[in-house]
């Protein structure tokens, strides 16, 4: 699979929009942009996926670029609970698991 | 409610000592895996299973075995455990290959 580059760390503000960036500059036409995050001493929540399209759903919005090769995360208003490290996984079709990188710790401040 | 569940959560052995951290799924998922997470490693896998009887390893597989006799199940036996096998274990499953995967809650396993 492809790798990702996220920033290691935002920080925003609670109630205000956040956007998580992710580089994929090699991504391979049949993989899929999945979005995964981890908050504090639990397992990987799924948050979104997506193809070419952007997507939506009641958790964030993901919206790809036309090249494909990045994508944004996008939290339309952030809360306390949101504080997590956010993962950008490509997926391509084998039957082989998520490769989670470092990932994008998100502080959220009050 | 759909889940993946684990047990032990948390689980101090010594080393050489055959242990299983079960796994269970409800939600009828074909796939299943199992992960470790380390410290600066992030998230590696271990083994999946693509289905009943069919198992393969993953990234790390060494000193582990799985096995899949039913659906819902997916154990990670570790037959003789050593200090290097201390990580936080996770299991998930999803039902196709590129969807949502849910995840455990964690096994926090210690060697010593």
């Known amino acids: 699979d492809a790798k990702t580059t996220q920033p290691n760390s935002m920080e925003s503000n609670e109630e205000e929009p956040v956007h998580l960036p992710c580089n994929h500059s090699?991504?391979?036409?049949?993989?899929?942009i999945h979005w995964y995050r981890q908050l504090p001493s639990q397992g990987p929540e799924y948050v979104i996926h997506?193809?070419?399209s952007n997507v939506n759903n009641r958790m964030a919005s993901l919206a790809i670029a036309e090249d494909r090769k990045s994508s944004t995360l996008i939290l339309h208003r952030a809360t306390l609970r949101d504080a997590a490290v956010y993962y950008c996984?490509?997926?391509?079709?084998?039957?082989?698991?998520?490769?989670f990188g470092k990932g994008t710790h998100l502080i959220i401040q009050p | 409610e759909a889940q993946v569940t684990q047990n032990p959560r948390y689980l101090i052995t010594v080393t050489g000592k055959k242990l299983t951290v079960t796994c269970s799924q409800n939600?009828?998922?074909?796939?299943m895996s199992w992960y470790r997470q380390d410290p600066g490693l992030g998230l590696r896998q271990i083994y999946y299973?693509?289905?009943?009887?069919?198992?393969d390893k993953g990234d790390v597989p060494e000193g582990y075995k799985v096995s899949r006799k039913e659906k819902r199940n997916f154990p990670l036996i570790l037959e003789s455990p050593s200090p290097n096998q201390t990580s936080l274990y996770f299991c998930?499953?999803?039902?196709?290959?590129?969807?949502?995967?849910?995840f455990g809650q964690g096994t926090r396993l210690t060697v010593v």
């Open positions: 299973s693509m289905n009943v009887e069919v198992t």
């Open positions: 996984i490509l997926k391509g079709g084998g039957a082989d698991g998520l490769t």
């Open positions: 090699t991504i391979s036409g049949t993989d899929y």
């Open positions: 997506g193809l070419t």
């Open positions: 998930a499953s999803s039902p196709l290959l590129n969807t949502e995967a849910f």
């Open positions: 939600m009828n998922h074909e796939y």
